[in-house]
Structure formats: structure tokens, C-alpha cells
């Protein structure tokens, strides 16, 4: 059997989205977002939340695509692969980090965005096209529920896992 590399994340983005082209012109945008957990603390009984912050990167033109709506306090829905990459600092160390690089973003209507939680002009669903063929037999879907897709391939609301 083969191996699973898979992301699903939902939260906010803790600054607004940082896009940058490589020399031959390729886009790359960089922004992190936090979730939150909430639990019960079996000694006290009190609630206690835990925030883990998370490295996403979003390649060629979604990137250049959402860099208008990737603001800070926006929530999102993210899928991707976890990644770790390493490079030398200044100083010659080694260094690491490990990234989600998105092939699904989804713009949510939470903090940030004008709507609750039913779909409204603030969100678009940018779904990674011929990666997730889950409708028509071109390998795209056929028209979603709303919501507006320049790159073609967007998922229909059925895809949602929630």
C-alpha cells in the first residue's frame, strides 16, 4: 500500500498573506494561520485553549489569485501536504521548518468576512482542479452552488468533508 501526506486545517490567518515571484516569474504566497483547541483540564475542570500556529504556502496563480483575500483575521479552509524544508542560516546552521502547501483554499465567511456561516459573496472556493476530479468525466466539476472560480476547477459543495 502506498502513503497519505494530507492537511485539512480550518482557521484565521494571523497576518495578511506575503507574495513574492521567483526569478522566472513564478508566484509564491506565504501566511500562517492559527487553530485553536479547546479542552477541559482534568485537574482543575476549568477550559483550557491551546493555539497552534501553521506555515501555509500557495503556488503559481491560486496564489496570485487570492492575494486580495488573504487578510489578516480571514478564515480559511486549507488542504495540502506537510513539507519540511532545511536551509543554512548567516551563521551556517542548519536550519528546518515544515510547511502546509496548499492545493485547496477556501475562503470561509468567519472573522474578517462580511457573513456567518452560509456562503455569500466573500467566498470562493479555489480548488486545485485536475488533483481532485470529483465530478464531471473532464476531471472537473460541474457548476457549484455559488461562489466564483477563475481557476476553472473549483469543487461543488458536495467535496466539503464538514
Do not use: C
Amino acid at each position: 500500500m502506498g502513503s497519505v501526506n494530507k492537511a485539512i486545517l480550518i482557521g484565521n490567518l494571523g497576518r495578511d498573506a506575503e507574495l513574492k515571484f521567483t526569478g522566472s516569474g513564478f508566484a509564491i504566497a506565504r501566511f500562517s494561520i492559527a487553530t485553536t483547541d479547546r479542552r477541559k483540564d482534568s485537574k482543575t475542570g476549568d477550559w483550557v485553549e491551546k493555539t497552534e500556529w501553521h506555515r501555509i504556502v500557495l503556488l503559481g496563480k491560486q496564489a496570485e489569485s487570492l492575494q486580495d483575500y488573504l487578510k489578516k483575521g480571514k478564515q480559511v479552509y486549507v488542504e495540502g501536504r506537510i513539507e519540511t524544508r532545511s536551509w543554512d542560516d548567516k551563521d551556517g546552521q542548519k536550519r528546518y521548518t515544515t510547511e502546509i502547501v496548499a492545493d485547496r483554499i477556501q475562503l470561509l465567511g468567519g472573522a474578517g468576512g462580511r457573513g456567518g456561516a452560509s456562503r455569500g459573496e466573500d467566498d470562493y472556493d479555489y480548488g486545485g482542479g485536475a488533483s481532485y476530479g470529483g465530478g464531471a468525466a473532464s476531471g472537473g466539476t460541474t457548476g457549484g452552488a455559488g461562489g466564483f472560480d477563475p481557476m476553472g476547477g473549483g469543487e461543488g459543495d458536495d467535496d466539503i468533508p464538514f
